[in-house]
Protein backbone atom coordinates (compact mmCIF):
# COMPACT_ATOMS: atom_id res chain seq x y z
CA UNK A 1 0.00 0.00 0.00
CA UNK A 2 2.76 2.60 -1.06
CA UNK A 3 1.46 6.36 -1.97
CA UNK A 4 0.62 5.65 -5.41
CA UNK A 5 -0.35 1.88 -5.56
CA UNK A 6 -3.82 2.36 -4.39
CA UNK A 7 -7.25 3.84 -5.62
CA UNK A 8 -8.05 7.15 -3.45
CA UNK A 9 -11.39 5.45 -1.31
CA UNK A 10 -13.53 7.24 1.43
CA UNK A 11 -14.97 5.34 4.66
CA UNK A 12 -17.58 4.36 2.59
CA UNK A 13 -15.76 2.50 -0.06
CA UNK A 14 -16.88 5.67 -2.90
CA UNK A 15 -13.85 6.77 -4.85
CA UNK A 16 -11.91 9.51 -3.04
CA UNK A 17 -10.34 12.85 -3.97
CA UNK A 18 -7.27 12.11 -5.89
CA UNK A 19 -4.99 8.67 -6.50
CA UNK A 20 -2.53 7.89 -3.88
CA UNK A 21 -4.78 8.73 -0.58
CA UNK A 22 -7.32 7.14 0.98
CA UNK A 23 -9.75 9.39 2.68
CA UNK A 24 -11.43 8.06 5.98
CA UNK A 25 -13.73 9.30 8.48
CA UNK A 26 -14.02 7.05 11.19
CA UNK A 27 -12.02 5.41 13.54
CA UNK A 28 -13.09 1.84 12.13
CA UNK A 29 -11.68 2.52 8.80
CA UNK A 30 -8.73 4.04 10.27
CA UNK A 31 -7.65 0.98 12.40
CA UNK A 32 -8.14 -1.39 9.27
CA UNK A 33 -5.94 1.12 7.07
CA UNK A 34 -3.13 1.47 9.69
CA UNK A 35 -3.85 -2.35 10.25
CA UNK A 36 -3.34 -3.79 6.65
CA UNK A 37 -0.27 -1.37 5.96
CA UNK A 38 1.57 -3.16 8.93
CA UNK A 39 0.62 -6.56 7.97
CA UNK A 40 1.15 -6.44 4.26
CA UNK A 41 4.20 -3.99 4.06
CA UNK A 42 6.02 -6.35 6.97
CA UNK A 43 5.49 -9.40 5.14
CA UNK A 44 7.07 -7.80 1.81
CA UNK A 45 9.98 -6.83 3.55
CA UNK A 46 13.10 -9.06 3.93
CA UNK A 47 12.97 -11.47 6.96
CA UNK A 48 14.26 -10.08 9.56
CA UNK A 49 13.64 -6.77 8.74
CA UNK A 50 12.02 -4.46 11.45
CA UNK A 51 8.25 -3.68 10.67
CA UNK A 52 7.34 -0.65 8.59
CA UNK A 53 6.90 2.38 10.80
CA UNK A 54 3.87 4.82 11.29
CA UNK A 55 4.47 8.18 10.90
CA UNK A 56 1.89 10.96 11.63
CA UNK A 57 1.06 14.40 10.94
CA UNK A 58 -1.53 16.34 13.52
CA UNK A 59 -3.32 19.18 11.10
CA UNK A 60 -6.27 21.59 11.56
CA UNK A 61 -7.00 21.75 8.02
CA UNK A 62 -6.47 24.53 5.56
CA UNK A 63 -2.71 23.02 4.67
CA UNK A 64 0.03 24.62 3.40
CA UNK A 65 3.55 24.01 2.37
CA UNK A 66 4.01 24.41 5.89
CA UNK A 67 2.13 21.35 6.42
CA UNK A 68 3.21 19.40 3.28
CA UNK A 69 7.12 19.75 4.82
CA UNK A 70 5.58 17.81 7.81
CA UNK A 71 4.12 15.74 5.30
CA UNK A 72 7.36 15.56 2.92
CA UNK A 73 9.73 14.71 6.31
CA UNK A 74 7.43 12.46 7.30
CA UNK A 75 7.77 10.22 4.15
CA UNK A 76 11.65 10.37 4.12
CA UNK A 77 11.73 9.24 7.58
CA UNK A 78 9.65 6.27 7.42
CA UNK A 79 11.00 5.84 3.98
CA UNK A 80 9.09 4.04 1.06
CA UNK A 81 7.82 1.00 2.84
CA UNK A 82 6.19 3.33 5.54
CA UNK A 83 3.03 4.39 5.87
CA UNK A 84 2.12 8.04 6.76
CA UNK A 85 -1.41 9.54 8.63
CA UNK A 86 -2.45 12.98 7.87
CA UNK A 87 -5.10 14.10 10.23
CA UNK A 88 -7.30 16.98 9.87
CA UNK A 89 -9.63 17.83 12.52
CA UNK A 90 -10.48 21.39 13.60
CA UNK A 91 -10.52 21.02 17.60
CA UNK A 92 -13.11 22.71 19.51
CA UNK A 93 -11.75 22.26 22.80
CA UNK A 94 -8.25 24.82 21.80
CA UNK A 95 -10.91 27.81 20.47
CA UNK A 96 -11.52 29.96 23.87
CA UNK A 97 -14.77 32.44 23.82
CA UNK A 98 -14.62 34.83 21.29
CA UNK A 99 -11.95 32.91 19.22
CA UNK A 100 -12.73 31.94 15.28
CA UNK A 101 -13.69 28.56 15.28
CA UNK A 102 -16.29 29.03 12.98
CA UNK A 103 -13.71 31.48 10.89
CA UNK A 104 -11.69 28.72 10.96
CA UNK A 105 -11.06 27.48 6.82
CA UNK A 106 -12.10 24.03 6.26
CA UNK A 107 -10.61 22.92 2.89
CA UNK A 108 -10.77 19.02 2.96
CA UNK A 109 -10.54 18.71 -1.16
CA UNK A 110 -7.42 21.03 -0.75
CA UNK A 111 -5.98 19.39 2.05
CA UNK A 112 -6.59 15.91 0.25
CA UNK A 113 -4.85 16.80 -2.22
CA UNK A 114 -1.94 18.57 -0.75
CA UNK A 115 -1.08 15.50 1.92
CA UNK A 116 -1.50 12.70 -1.61
CA UNK A 117 1.19 15.23 -3.67
CA UNK A 118 3.67 15.38 -0.05
CA UNK A 119 3.43 11.48 0.18
CA UNK A 120 0.95 10.67 2.58
CA UNK A 121 -0.73 7.33 2.78
CA UNK A 122 -4.13 7.94 4.31
CA UNK A 123 -6.19 11.14 5.39
CA UNK A 124 -7.94 10.94 8.73
CA UNK A 125 -10.66 13.43 8.61
CA UNK A 126 -13.27 12.49 11.45
CA UNK A 127 -16.51 14.74 12.71
CA UNK A 128 -16.47 16.35 16.14
CA UNK A 129 -19.11 13.58 16.99
CA UNK A 130 -16.44 10.32 16.07
CA UNK A 131 -13.72 12.04 18.06
CA UNK A 132 -15.48 13.07 21.17
CA UNK A 133 -18.42 10.90 21.11
CA UNK A 134 -21.28 11.82 23.86
CA UNK A 135 -19.87 15.67 23.89
CA UNK A 136 -17.06 16.97 25.54
CA UNK A 137 -14.74 14.84 27.59
CA UNK A 138 -15.14 14.83 31.13
CA UNK A 139 -11.47 13.91 31.42
CA UNK A 140 -8.81 16.03 29.84
CA UNK A 141 -5.15 16.27 29.75
CA UNK A 142 -3.53 19.37 31.79
CA UNK A 143 -1.02 21.37 30.12
CA UNK A 144 0.49 22.51 34.05
CA UNK A 145 2.10 25.16 35.01
CA UNK A 146 4.31 25.56 31.38
CA UNK A 147 0.45 25.49 29.18
CA UNK A 148 -0.40 28.77 31.58
CA UNK A 149 2.49 31.03 30.10
CA UNK A 150 2.82 32.94 27.20
CA UNK A 151 0.01 32.00 24.56
CA UNK A 152 -1.49 29.55 28.12
CA UNK A 153 -2.20 33.10 29.75
CA UNK A 154 -3.27 34.86 26.49
CA UNK A 155 -5.59 31.75 25.40
CA UNK A 156 -6.56 30.04 28.09
CA UNK A 157 -7.58 26.05 28.39
CA UNK A 158 -6.05 26.05 24.96
CA UNK A 159 -3.16 23.96 25.48
CA UNK A 160 -5.59 21.90 27.58
CA UNK A 161 -7.70 21.49 24.78
CA UNK A 162 -4.77 20.65 22.37
CA UNK A 163 -2.85 17.84 24.15
CA UNK A 164 -6.41 16.15 25.33
CA UNK A 165 -7.11 15.95 21.22
CA UNK A 166 -3.00 15.00 20.72
CA UNK A 167 -3.12 12.44 23.11
CA UNK A 168 -6.32 10.97 21.63
CA UNK A 169 -5.22 10.96 17.81
CA UNK A 170 -2.34 9.32 19.12
CA UNK A 171 -3.93 6.65 20.19
CA UNK A 172 -6.40 6.23 17.44
CA UNK A 173 -3.40 6.52 14.81
CA UNK A 174 -0.92 4.76 16.94
CA UNK A 175 2.55 5.85 15.16
CA UNK A 176 5.61 5.08 16.06
CA UNK A 177 6.52 8.81 14.86
CA UNK A 178 4.66 12.15 15.08
CA UNK A 179 6.02 15.69 13.12
CA UNK A 180 5.04 18.65 14.64
CA UNK A 181 5.84 22.61 13.08
CA UNK A 182 8.60 24.45 15.18
CA UNK A 183 6.53 27.83 14.48
CA UNK A 184 4.16 26.44 17.32
CA UNK A 185 7.17 26.49 19.56
CA UNK A 186 5.37 26.14 23.18
CA UNK A 187 3.00 23.49 21.24
CA UNK A 188 5.97 21.26 20.54
CA UNK A 189 7.93 21.52 23.99
CA UNK A 190 4.26 20.57 25.62
CA UNK A 191 3.56 17.30 23.36
CA UNK A 192 6.96 16.25 24.13
CA UNK A 193 6.39 16.43 27.97
CA UNK A 194 3.18 15.29 27.91
CA UNK A 195 4.58 12.39 25.78
CA UNK A 196 7.35 12.32 28.16
CA UNK A 197 5.62 12.40 31.47
CA UNK A 198 2.94 9.98 30.63
CA UNK A 199 4.88 7.46 28.65
CA UNK A 200 3.54 7.34 25.62
CA UNK A 201 5.68 5.17 22.75
CA UNK A 202 5.88 7.50 20.17
CA UNK A 203 9.19 9.94 18.88
CA UNK A 204 8.10 13.35 18.40
CA UNK A 205 10.07 15.12 15.44
CA UNK A 206 9.60 18.94 15.69
CA UNK A 207 10.50 20.40 12.35
CA UNK A 208 11.63 23.87 11.45
CA UNK A 209 9.03 26.80 10.66
CA UNK A 210 8.69 27.67 6.56
CA UNK A 211 8.68 30.87 5.44
CA UNK A 212 7.38 32.68 2.75
CA UNK A 213 9.67 34.60 0.26
CA UNK A 214 8.94 37.97 2.18
CA UNK A 215 9.75 36.62 5.57
CA UNK A 216 6.64 35.90 6.96
CA UNK A 217 5.77 32.19 8.51
CA UNK A 218 3.33 30.13 6.93
CA UNK A 219 0.43 30.20 8.91
CA UNK A 220 -3.42 29.70 7.97
CA UNK A 221 -4.14 32.89 9.31
CA UNK A 222 -2.24 34.48 6.56
CA UNK A 223 -5.03 34.47 4.12
CA UNK A 224 -6.96 36.78 6.73
CA UNK A 225 -4.31 39.55 5.93
CA UNK A 226 -4.93 42.24 3.84
CA UNK A 227 -1.85 43.99 1.41
CA UNK A 228 -1.92 46.64 4.46
CA UNK A 229 -2.08 44.55 6.79
CA UNK A 230 1.02 41.84 5.72
CA UNK A 231 3.64 44.84 5.49
CA UNK A 232 2.89 45.63 8.92
CA UNK A 233 2.58 41.60 9.78
CA UNK A 234 6.15 41.39 8.60
CA UNK A 235 7.73 43.12 11.90
CA UNK A 236 6.88 39.64 13.55
CA UNK A 237 9.76 37.88 11.83
CA UNK A 238 12.03 41.41 11.28
CA UNK A 239 12.08 41.71 14.84
CA UNK A 240 13.32 38.13 15.35
CA UNK A 241 16.03 38.64 12.40
CA UNK A 242 17.01 41.99 14.32
CA UNK A 243 17.59 39.93 17.51
CA UNK A 244 19.36 37.09 16.20
CA UNK A 245 22.00 39.65 14.20
CA UNK A 246 22.38 41.02 17.12
CA UNK A 247 23.05 38.20 18.92
CA UNK A 248 25.76 37.31 16.07
CA UNK A 249 27.08 40.44 16.51
CA UNK A 250 27.72 40.08 20.29
CA UNK A 251 29.41 36.56 19.77
CA UNK A 252 31.33 38.09 17.30
CA UNK A 253 32.49 40.75 19.62
CA UNK A 254 33.46 38.59 22.21
CA UNK A 255 35.09 36.12 19.84
CA UNK A 256 37.09 39.35 18.96
CA UNK A 257 37.03 40.62 22.63
CA UNK A 258 39.07 37.62 23.65
CA UNK A 259 42.21 38.76 21.57
CA UNK A 260 42.67 41.70 23.04
CA UNK A 261 44.82 42.71 26.33
CA UNK A 262 42.86 43.40 29.73
CA UNK A 263 43.19 46.82 30.59
CA UNK A 264 41.06 49.63 32.12
CA UNK A 265 40.27 51.26 28.43
CA UNK A 266 39.40 47.08 27.05
CA UNK A 267 35.85 48.48 26.46
CA UNK A 268 36.51 51.94 24.60
CA UNK A 269 39.10 49.65 22.82
CA UNK A 270 35.97 47.19 21.86
CA UNK A 271 33.83 50.35 20.65
CA UNK A 272 36.42 51.07 17.74
CA UNK A 273 36.28 47.67 16.59
CA UNK A 274 33.35 48.78 14.25
CA UNK A 275 31.36 45.72 14.76
CA UNK A 276 27.38 46.64 13.64
CA UNK A 277 25.11 47.09 15.97
CA UNK A 278 26.61 45.96 19.19
CA UNK A 279 29.80 48.30 18.74
CA UNK A 280 27.09 51.61 17.86
CA UNK A 281 26.54 51.07 21.90
CA UNK A 282 29.61 51.28 23.95
CA UNK A 283 27.38 50.43 26.97
CA UNK A 284 26.12 47.25 25.38
CA UNK A 285 29.76 46.79 24.11
CA UNK A 286 30.82 47.43 27.52
CA UNK A 287 28.75 44.72 29.04
CA UNK A 288 29.85 42.35 26.32
CA UNK A 289 33.47 42.75 28.23
CA UNK A 290 32.50 42.41 31.27
CA UNK A 291 30.05 39.48 31.20
CA UNK A 292 32.41 37.16 29.02
CA UNK A 293 31.07 34.70 27.30
CA UNK A 294 27.59 34.70 28.57
CA UNK A 295 25.13 38.11 28.95
CA UNK A 296 23.53 39.86 25.79
CA UNK A 297 20.02 38.65 26.29
CA UNK A 298 18.80 41.93 27.26
CA UNK A 299 20.25 43.48 24.19
CA UNK A 300 18.78 40.89 21.89
CA UNK A 301 15.17 41.63 23.41
CA UNK A 302 15.89 45.23 23.06
CA UNK A 303 16.73 44.78 19.17
CA UNK A 304 13.60 42.85 18.63
CA UNK A 305 11.19 45.08 20.52
CA UNK A 306 12.40 48.30 18.77
CA UNK A 307 11.46 46.72 15.79
CA UNK A 308 7.89 45.94 17.40
CA UNK A 309 7.56 49.76 18.80
CA UNK A 310 8.25 50.76 15.26
CA UNK A 311 5.14 48.49 14.05
CA UNK A 312 3.29 49.79 16.36
CA UNK A 313 3.02 53.11 14.83
CA UNK A 314 2.49 51.62 11.09
CA UNK A 315 -0.67 51.79 9.70
CA UNK A 316 -2.60 49.44 10.53
CA UNK A 317 -0.59 49.04 13.66
CA UNK A 318 0.46 46.15 15.38
CA UNK A 319 -0.62 45.35 18.84
CA UNK A 320 1.93 43.49 20.88
CA UNK A 321 1.24 40.74 22.98
CA UNK A 322 3.70 39.70 24.26
CA UNK A 323 7.89 39.75 23.35
CA UNK A 324 9.69 36.70 25.67
CA UNK A 325 13.35 34.98 25.21
CA UNK A 326 13.03 31.76 26.85
CA UNK A 327 14.80 28.47 28.09
CA UNK A 328 13.35 25.81 26.39
CA UNK A 329 12.58 23.55 29.13
CA UNK A 330 10.18 25.34 30.39
CA UNK A 331 9.59 28.43 29.23
CA UNK A 332 10.67 30.98 31.51
CA UNK A 333 12.30 34.38 31.03
CA UNK A 334 16.05 33.55 30.54
CA UNK A 335 17.96 36.19 32.78
CA UNK A 336 20.88 38.65 30.73
CA UNK A 337 23.73 36.53 31.13
CA UNK A 338 21.85 32.85 30.35
CA UNK A 339 24.26 31.02 28.01
CA UNK A 340 22.91 28.17 25.92
CA UNK A 341 19.66 27.27 24.19
CA UNK A 342 16.97 29.93 24.17
CA UNK A 343 13.81 30.58 22.13
CA UNK A 344 12.74 34.33 20.76
CA UNK A 345 8.45 34.20 20.72
CA UNK A 346 6.57 37.12 19.76
CA UNK A 347 2.09 37.36 19.66
CA UNK A 348 0.70 40.22 18.54
CA UNK A 349 -2.37 41.24 16.13
CA UNK A 350 -2.42 42.52 12.49
CA UNK A 351 -6.45 44.22 12.15
CA UNK A 352 -8.36 40.78 13.38
CA UNK A 353 -5.65 38.24 12.97
CA UNK A 354 -3.34 37.00 15.46
CA UNK A 355 -0.26 35.71 14.65
CA UNK A 356 2.64 34.00 16.56
CA UNK A 357 6.43 33.56 15.55
CA UNK A 358 9.77 32.60 17.58
CA UNK A 359 13.15 31.74 16.42
CA UNK A 360 15.37 29.49 18.25
CA UNK A 361 18.67 31.24 19.32
CA UNK A 362 22.10 29.98 21.12
CA UNK A 363 24.10 32.20 23.61
CA UNK A 364 27.62 31.54 24.58
CA UNK A 365 30.92 32.25 22.79
CA UNK A 366 31.35 30.40 19.77
CA UNK A 367 33.72 27.43 20.28
Same mark, same amino acid.
Given at each position: ?????????? *??????? /??????????????????????????????????? /?? &???? #???????????? =???????? +??? +????????? %???? @????????????????? =??????? +??????? $??????? $????????????????????? *?????????????? !??????????? @? @??? !???????????????? &? @?????? +??????????? &????????? *??????????? *???????????????????????? $??? $????????????????????????????????????????????????????????????????? &?????????????? =?????? !??? #?????? %??????????
Amino acid at each position: MSPTSHAPRT *SDGTPGA /RPGVTLVHTREALDQLVDQARATRHHATAPGAPAP /RV &AVVM #TMGALHDGHATL =VRTARERV +GRD +GFVVVTVFV %NPLQ @FGAGEDLDRYPRTLDAD =VRVAAEA +GADVVFA $PSVDEVY $PGGEPHVRVSAGPMGQRLEGA *SRPGHFDGMLTVVA !KLLHLTRPDVA @F @FGQ !KDAQQLALIRRMVHDL &A @FRVEIV +GVSTVREPDGL &ALSSRNRYL *SSQERRTALAL *SAALFAARDRLAAQQALRARAATL $PAS $PSRAEALSKLGESRAAADAHAVAQVAQHGPGGGADAVRAAARAVLDEAADAEPPLVLDYLALVDP &ADFTEVPDDHTGDA =VLLVAA !KVG #TTRLID %NLPLTFGAPA
